[in-house]
């Protein structure tokens, strides 16, 4: 018989602004109880200047962004150009929680020079166990 599995979500859709490549959190996800994590995030990152490409870094965070689960950077096109002015980015990572850090928090953090962060989702499935393969 399959294990439960519970799943802990947290989203939010409206704008955050990112300015001066200030890490900025964008969401929170609170974990209430110890056990072993599968953690799924996403956010779009808005380029709101017309003038210039930028980079932007999102992260995956504990600890109040001490510890780094997953990090991308990417470049995004000028604020004008429709087709290069915004990009989705996922993130994944896995936690294992013991008993002594249950409340335990993930961020889901970006930066940018002059943007916008939308759509968030954190998503972490609780499982039975996290094994290591690799070739």
Do not use: W, Y
Not at 64 to 82: P, Q, V, Y
């Amino acid at each position: 018989m399959p294990a439960d599995n519970r799943v802990f979500i947290a989203t939010r859709a409206d704008d955050v602004d990112l300015l001066d490549f200030r890490d900025t959190v964008i969401l929170r996800l609170r974990f209430p109880e110890q056990g072993n994590f599968v953690m799924l995030g996403k956010v779009v990152i808005t380029n709101i200047d017309d003038s210039a490409d930028q980079n932007a870094t999102v992260r995956l965070t504990t600890l109040d962004g001490e510890t780094e689960l997953d990090r991308a950077e990417i470049r995004i096109g000028k604020g004008n150009d429709s087709d290069n002015g915004a990009q989705s980015v996922s993130l994944q990572a896995t936690l294992s929680l013991p008993a002594d850090t249950a409340n335990e928090i993930v961020d889901l953090r970006c930066s940018t020079s002059k943007g916008h962060a939308r759509f968030a989702s954190l998503f972490a499935v609780q499982v039975g166990d996290l094994k290591k393969a690799g070739v």
